[in-house]
Each structure stands twice: as C-alpha cells, then as structure tokens.
C-alpha cells in the first residue's frame, strides 16, 4: 500500500492478485447487529471470495462470560484459528461485509494472540462485489494446522482495571458507539441496558475511520482524533457495544504508530449492563 495509507490495510486488486497463493489464508469476519438485518453465514455461502474460510465472531468466543463475543482463552483460540487452517506464521487476510467494520476484531484478536502478518481488505466484500471480483460457493476444506499462542494480556483491558481508569482518568477512554448512543440520545440496541458514556470518554464513532467501507488515509485519521480530543502521544483504551468496533480505533491508532493502546473487551454490554457503574448522559 501507498505510504499515506495503513500498513495494515491491504487492497482488493493486492488480494485478487495473490488469490491461490499457499502462503495467504483469508478470513470472512462479517458479523452484524439484529437491526441490519443480514446473515454473515447465508452470505458467505452465497459467495465469498475463492479460498476463503468463514471466522465466526459469535463462535470463537468465551461463552462463559455472559457477555457477547468476548476474547476467547489463548488454548480455545488456538484450537479454533488452527482448525481453519491457520497458523501463526501464514500472512492473514481478513475481510467483512461493508469493509472496516467487524474485520478489524479479527486482526486485534490474531495480533495479540501472537500472529504477525494480519491485514484487513479495504473494501470489505461489499466493494468486491461491487467491482465484480472472483467469488466462490466452494467451501474450503483446510487442512488443520498448528497456531502457536504468543498471548499479549496487557493489550486487554478488564473490568477491574477500566474502573480504577474511569475514576483516576489516568488513560484516555475512546468510545466507538454512534453518537447518539454516546450521548444517551439514542437506545442501546440491547434491551434494558443503559445508554450514555463512561466520564471522561471521548466519542469516535466507528464510521468515521472508513468512507465507501474503505480506510481513510492516516493525515485524517491523525486529524480525526485531533478532533475528538484525543492526545496520540498518550495511552488510549477503545471501547464499544460489545468489543469488535472499538478494534477499528485500535486499527487506527495503530496505524498512526501508537503503541500504548488496549481494548475493554467488556465494553458497554457489561460497564452498561451493571447498576454499579457511572454513566454520563448528555453533550457536556
């Protein structure tokens, strides 16, 4: 990629062009909220792009948590990703419906776990469908392969600790969530849960990394958490609903080369979903 783009973001004509290549395996990570209404399954089984296996968010999870989609265990993961048919030392494509939505997730949670050379599609599915790009119905049948696990805990951040950096402001919070939720304008799309923002939080919706499901080139991302208020030569924890949007800050912050970030994997489905935990509401 040009030198005004991520260092992690590949483009469709770069993927097409190394399609059937031993050394590359593809991810599909679409994963998508009830309200839009699309079956990441049913869409890859109607076409994905050739060679791709099916990561599914909602699977490769700790389903002890209580909480969506949260960080498997380092063994779980490695079991699941292996299972694919992927290993640590493969060059990892991941890609997602609209493009820089839910891939992101998947390239946090292969970098943490140790693997090196993750990259997500610009584009996402969507524009290689729209640019009439090769796809297949053929399901891959990989051959199991071995990921070795190089965990890194400290890019995680847990509940314990985003309650000691909400009440010292230690760390600088940045939130995902549309606005609206944000500001407790809007409802959370899970029942019952509160809306509204940690104190001290900075809103950085998720949209606004991507236009067209492509990434913007990092003179705006720079520019997009200047405007924010956030300070990149100081830590950041990203947040979201539910932990997989708040990777596309994590995308970018680290595009940018900012290196003191961790993601709350709780994020607001459990700081929302507690009675304990202070929320602010309204634009301040």
Same mark, same amino acid.
């Given at each position: 990629m040009?030198?005004? !783009? %991520?260092?992690?973001?590949?483009?469709?004509?770069?993927?097409?062009e190394?399609?059937?290549?031993?050394?590359?395996?593809?991810?599909?990570?679409?994963?998508?909220?009830?309200?839009?209404?699309?079956?990441p399954?049913?869409?890859?089984?109607?076409?994905?792009?050739?060679?791709? #296996?099916?990561?599914?968010q909602?699977?490769?999870?700790d389903?002890? =948590?209580?909480?969506?989609?949260?960080?498997? %265990?380092? +063994?779980?993961?490695? =079991?699941?990703?292996?299972?694919?048919?992927?290993?640590?030392?493969?060059?990892?494509?991941?890609?997602?419906?609209?493009?820089?939505?839910?891939?992101?997730?998947?390239w946090?949670?292969l970098?943490?776990?140790?693997?090196? &050379?993750?990259?997500v599609?610009?584009?996402?599915? @969507?524009g290689?469908?729209? +640019?009439?790009?090769?796809v297949? $119905?053929?399901v891959?049948? /990989?051959? /199991?392969a071995?990921? &070795?696990?190089n965990?890194?805990p400290?890019?995680?951040?847990?509940f314990?600790?985003? $309650?000691?950096i909400?009440? @010292?402001g230690?760390?600088?919070?940045?939130d995902?969530?549309?606005?609206?939720?944000?500001y407790g304008?809007?409802?959370?799309?899970?029942?019952?849960?509160?809306?509204g923002?940690?104190?001290?939080?900075? =809103?950085? /919706?998720s949209?606004?990394?991507?236009?067209?499901? !492509?990434? !913007?080139?990092l003179?705006?991302?720079?520019?997009?958490?200047?405007?924010?208020?956030?300070?990149?030569? !100081?830590p #950041?924890v990203t947040?979201?609903? %539910?932990?997989?949007?708040?990777a596309i800050?994590?995308?970018?912050?680290? =595009?940018?080369?900012h290196?003191?970030?961790t993601?709350y994997?709780? %994020?607001?489905?459990?700081w929302?979903?507690r009675?304990?935990?202070?929320?602010?509401?309204?634009r +301040?």
């Amino acid at each position: 990629m040009t030198n005004n !783009k %991520s260092a992690f973001v590949v483009s469709a004509d770069w993927l097409q062009e190394r399609l059937g290549d031993p050394s590359i395996r593809i991810l599909d990570a679409a994963w998508y909220l009830p309200a839009q209404n699309r079956n990441p399954k049913a869409e890859y089984d109607a076409g994905h792009i050739p060679g791709a #296996v099916f990561f599914d968010q909602d699977v490769i999870a700790d389903h002890t =948590s209580g909480l969506p989609h949260t960080l498997p %265990s380092p +063994e779980a993961f490695a =079991s699941a990703v292996g299972a694919l048919g992927v290993s640590e030392k493969d060059t990892i494509v991941v890609y997602d419906g609209p493009g820089i939505m839910t891939a992101p997730r998947v390239w946090w949670m292969l970098r943490i776990m140790g693997a090196r &050379n993750v990259y997500v599609l610009d584009g996402g599915m @969507d524009g290689w469908n729209t +640019e009439g790009r090769p796809v297949s $119905t053929e399901v891959p049948s /990989p051959k /199991p392969a071995t990921f &070795n696990v190089n965990f890194t805990p400290a890019a995680v951040t847990s509940f314990a600790r985003m $309650t000691e950096i909400v009440a @010292d402001g230690s760390i600088q919070i940045a939130d995902a969530r549309g606005a609206g939720r944000f500001y407790g304008e809007e409802p959370e799309p899970r029942a019952g849960m509160r809306s509204g923002h940690m104190p001290g939080a900075h =809103s950085l /919706p998720s949209g606004t990394f991507s236009e067209n499901g !492509k990434f !913007k080139d990092l003179a705006t991302l720079r520019q997009t958490f200047a405007d924010a208020g956030v300070d990149l030569s !100081k830590p #950041v924890v990203t947040t979201c609903g %539910s932990g997989v949007t708040a990777a596309i800050i994590t995308l970018a912050l680290q =595009s940018l080369g900012h290196t003191d970030n961790t993601l709350y994997d709780g %994020s607001w489905s459990e700081w929302g979903g507690r009675a304990d935990t202070m929320i602010v509401t309204g634009r +301040e």
